[in-house]
């Protein structure tokens, strides 16, 4: 499969834990992006690479959150101390600098 | 209010139908997508369209970009076609969602 994977796909977790995700993005895709959607909502933009440079982060991404793309491939989203708002889906998305986002299956986070 | 506003939020149709989903949007954008979300999370990009009109099978999505606004329409739609259609702008290199119009099509 060619596509956007995402990795663990579902995630339940205790309030007070550390999570973290992974994305491996499109290989030739310079762009990458994290979102967060809640049931009912629309995706909200959390931030986005271009290589391994983090271009922007949206004010939505707490202290607690950090991502990061070591190596300008795969990336990870860490939550530290999760709290029962933090549940949503965690959408991944890349693309080729300017074109269509191909998003990723998404990791869903349930925080109990 | 939100950058992006949809409209209706919940449509449902009998099959063979003609859909209009509308899209509004109150930012400066460089192009403006269309995804359709199926159940279980998976997104797929529609369109990205900036000017005019685009046409994909029985899928056609339309801006005008000095009234901010944009349709997607579905001919003769099919109970396949039943999922969240989602409205995201451009603005200065990330995408800002619409909170999606939810269509079911019935047999």
């Known amino acids: 499969d060619t596509g956007v994977s995402q990795d663990p796909r579902h995630k339940i977790t205790k309030r007070g834990q550390n999570v973290t995700f992974r994305c491996d993005p499109i290989s030739e895709h310079n762009r990458l992006y994290w979102y967060r959607q809640t049931l009912g909502q629309g995706p909200e933009f959390l931030t986005y690479f271009q290589n391994e440079a983090q271009l922007e982060k949206s004010r939505l991404l707490s202290d607690r959150f950090s991502a990061e793309r070591p190596k300008g491939s795969f990336s990870t989203l860490e939550i530290q101390r999760t709290e029962q708002g933090d549940s949503a889906m965690y959408l991944c998305a890349s693309s080729p600098q300017g074109e269509y986002e191909f998003f990723g299956p998404g990791t869903r986070l349930t925080v109990l | 209010k939100n950058e992006v506003e949809q409209s209706p939020q919940n449509l449902t149709a009998q099959e063979g139908e003609f859909i209009t989903i509308n899209c509004s949007y109150s930012v400066g954008i460089s192009a403006l997508h269309w995804l359709q979300q199926h159940p279980g999370g998976g997104i797929v990009s529609l369109f990205m369209?900036?000017?005019g009109k685009k046409k994909h099978g029985r899928l056609i999505a339309t801006i005008n970009i000095q009234e901010k606004h944009s349709s997607l329409h579905i001919t003769a739609s099919h109970p396949r076609d039943s999922a969240v259609y989602i409205c995201?702008?451009?603005?200065?290199?990330?995408?800002?969602f619409g909170t999606g119009t939810r269509l079911q099509v019935f047999p």
């Open positions: 995201a702008v451009i603005e200065t290199d990330k995408l800002i």
């Open positions: 369209l900036s000017s």
